[in-house]
């Protein structure tokens, strides 16, 4: 039997405009540039709900109503939500139609789709509970199920995630993570067989995700009954075929003029049409299965690149200089008790400001140039690094009294969670 578990990335981040040196202490506005064609996130926001988000839900739908036994799942970035509401309102609305139909899940993840697991647990916590709260407050449901950024996965992660409650999380199915297994079976965290794992069968989803309109590609054109057989192929070989993609795959990577939108409306028909096939929802395909050995990951392994690791936000000086200089800014940020500093901070910890500045090249080059809405990785730097300039100078503004209630509100929390852990 092949139970396919579809899970969609839904996530567009606050592009930085250029922000100028001299910008710094005359401008606090860092992510509306209105006037700029590669950085306006209205206008990006628009062009994406129109290409990808509206019409794509519009077919999971249809698929939903036509096909009883189709079910799929989402992560929505809570700053993705976010522009949703400011921007396309109607497309939060395409979500809760889907949702209301009981058979779309929703995954948890931190809030700004971010990078505060390098450096920072709690940082990392409270952005999970925010985004928890977010999904709860517009589709009235908890997620069960985590999804780290870009799959991001190593043991540390998943012990806090576990540690929050959740049933399990999904990962990249990455060979040297695997070794000699599949990706079709259920696993389990090192030390800890009740946190169960869901790992991206990566070859058949970038089928999708990157080749569907490669005319180079042995397999092209990539249709629904061809697509269906390759599921098929794993009966019997494995409990669930994880079909992991960015949602942007329809319509935005993939345009609306090399089929994409023909086939996903086609695809649940076709497999569906074998009589041991299936889908399944994160949450379905946790419980139903027990986990058939332990994943160990002391390193990090993500779905980015050729590498599957953290090379896309961490393989050059200048993103290393910006990660450090992000962190170094977060006690004081939050020791202001100024909420408007701290959402901006935790904006620049959205981990598509570090990945426009990565200079990597060859198989993943294109890649990266055709995501980055900079001229190059070094202007994605500076105006990022003119930003945390401009906050610096901000918090040296912030009123005393602000800091000293901030850290009496500190200093008595400290002393609850104290005296509760006693």
Known sequence: MSSVCLYFQ?????????????????????????GDHDTNNGRIMRK?????????????????????EFKASFSLSGVALEQFEEYAPEVIE????????????????????????????DEFREQV??????????FGVTPYVFRNTELIYRNDIAAM?????????????ADHMLEW??????YHAKDDPGFKLLLK?????????????NKDWEEWPLTAPKFAQWINAHNGDGHVINLFMDYETFGEHQWEDTGIFDFLRAMPEQILAHPDNSFVTPTEALTRHAPVGEIDAPHYVSWADVERDLSAWMSNPIQHDALRAFFDLEAEVKRSGDPDLLTDWRRLSTSDHFYYMCTKWFQDGDVHAYFNPYESPYEAFIAYMNVLGDMRLRLTKVPKQKRALWDSITHKARGIVAAIKS
């Open 10 to 34: 839904v996530h567009q981040p606050r592009r930085i405009k250029r922000y100028r040196f001299f910008d710094i202490g005359n401008d606090h506005e860092y992510f509306n540039a209105d």
């Open 48 to 68: 994406v709900a129109d290409k990808c988000y509206l019409p794509a839900n519009d077919a999971l739908l249809d698929n939903l109503t036509k096909h009883p």
């Open 181 to 186: 297994r599949k990706p079709t079976f259920v």
């Open 94 to 121: 395409s979500f809760k139609r889907l949702v209301a139909t009981g058979r779309v899940e929703i995954l948890g993840e931190t809030y700004y789709h971010s990078l505060s697991f390098l450096r920072s647990p």
């Open 161 to 173: 995630v576990s540690d929050m409650g959740y049933l399990g999380m999904l990962a990249e199915g």
């Open 201 to 213: 069968h990566y070859k058949l989803s970038d089928d999708i995700a990157f080749r569907f309109s």
């Open 129 to 138: 509970r925010m985004h928890a709260d977010k999904v709860r407050t517009l």
